[in-house]
């Protein structure tokens, strides 16, 4: 680290140190701090030498009321977030609302009628995504009360997840949504050009598996009887072809 970048960084803790000072916020935990939510990696976490990571430079949501989509930014190594078509941006400094880490959560809902509904944020062992530097790996997630912790697992290895120091940006999808979730639509498209078609079910839907560049690898992304590998090959999915 560079000796600027330093003061810099310096800079900005005293003055973070001066505004609470000056404030009515305490910065001492009173008795109902549960401890750190995140497990922060010393280190920079990526998943280069995992073969089970999905490349994941552009994640499209299944909300399409606004359309909202995360564009890894190469050059920053985080994750740009957009709206409506547009970049969102701070209202005050007009600057990109930028993420480090991306998790998803496969999140069951209750309506409770009138257009509303709750999520079950309280739930143990469902799906989700852990994504950073342009990958995602496949975890699990448990909240086992309302006011604790919710600790994400890597479903290959079972342990806790480590993730990079930054801001992090948390979406809880509607179950009957997840598999419209999209990651890398660009990739893809390039599979869509070698399709191999084959008709089934997955989490009671209807739907076209589209294939891939081999054949071989067919199971490793759609596998009607495992729903995690639901992701890409939905009938929604195969409607863009």
Same mark, same amino acid.
């Given at each position: 680290? /560079?000796?600027?970048l @330093?003061? /810099?960084?310096?800079?900005?803790?005293?003055g973070?140190?001066q505004?609470?000072?000056?404030?009515? %916020?305490t910065?001492?935990?009173?008795?109902?701090? #549960?401890?750190?939510?995140?497990?922060?990696?010393?280190?920079?976490?990526?998943?280069?030498?995992?073969?089970?990571?999905?490349? !994941?430079?552009?994640?499209?949501?299944?909300?399409?009321?606004?359309?909202s989509? =995360?564009?890894?930014?190469?050059?920053?190594? &985080?994750?740009?977030?957009?709206? %409506?078509?547009?970049?969102?941006?701070? !209202?005050?400094?007009?600057?990109?609302?930028?993420?480090?880490? @991306?998790?998803? #959560?496969?999140? &069951?809902? !209750?309506?409770?009628? +009138?257009?509303?509904?709750? %999520?079950? !944020?309280?739930? $143990?062992?469902? $799906?989700?995504?852990?994504?950073?530097?342009?990958?995602?790996?496949?975890?699990?997630?448990?909240?086992?009360? +309302?006011?604790?912790?919710?600790?994400?697992?890597?479903?290959? &290895?079972?342990?806790?997840? #480590?993730?990079?120091?930054?801001?992090?940006?948390? $979406?809880?999808?509607?179950?009957?949504?997840? /598999?419209s =979730?999209?990651?890398?639509?660009?990739d893809?498209?390039?599979?869509?050009?070698?399709?191999?078609?084959?008709?089934?079910?997955?989490?009671?839907?209807?739907?076209?598996?589209?294939?891939?560049?081999?054949?071989?690898?067919?199971?490793?992304?759609?596998?009607?009887?495992?729903?995690?590998?639901?992701?890409? %090959?939905? $009938?929604?999915?195969?409607?863009?072809?």
């Amino acid at each position: 680290m /560079s000796a600027s970048l @330093v003061g /810099s960084e310096m800079c900005k803790e005293t003055g973070l140190k001066q505004r609470f000072a000056n404030s009515k %916020y305490t910065t001492t935990y009173n008795d109902y701090y #549960q401890g750190p939510h995140f497990k922060f990696a010393d280190g920079e976490v990526t998943f280069d030498d995992r073969s089970d990571a999905i490349s !994941a430079t552009t994640i499209e949501l299944p909300f399409k009321h606004n359309g909202s989509t =995360l564009k890894y930014n190469e050059e920053t190594g &985080t994750y740009d977030y957009y709206e %409506y078509g547009s970049a969102h941006k701070d !209202a005050d400094s007009n600057a990109q609302l930028t993420f480090e880490n @991306v998790i998803l #959560q496969d999140t &069951t809902f !209750a309506e409770l009628g +009138e257009g509303y509904l709750i %999520y079950n !944020a309280i739930d $143990s062992g469902r $799906s989700g995504y852990y994504i950073t530097q342009g990958k995602a790996i496949e975890v699990t997630w448990t909240k086992s009360s +309302e006011n604790a912790i919710t600790h994400y697992y890597d479903a290959k &290895t079972g342990e806790e997840i #480590q993730i990079n120091t930054g801001k992090t940006y948390i $979406s809880l999808i509607p179950s009957d949504g997840w /598999s419209s =979730l999209v990651i890398n639509k660009s990739d893809h498209d390039r599979r869509i050009k070698n399709k191999i078609p084959s008709a089934g079910r997955c989490r009671g839907r209807d739907f076209l598996y589209i294939g891939v560049m081999d054949i071989k690898d067919k199971n490793k992304y759609f596998d009607a009887g495992n729903p995690k590998n639901c992701l890409l %090959y939905t $009938s929604d999915a195969a409607d863009d072809r």
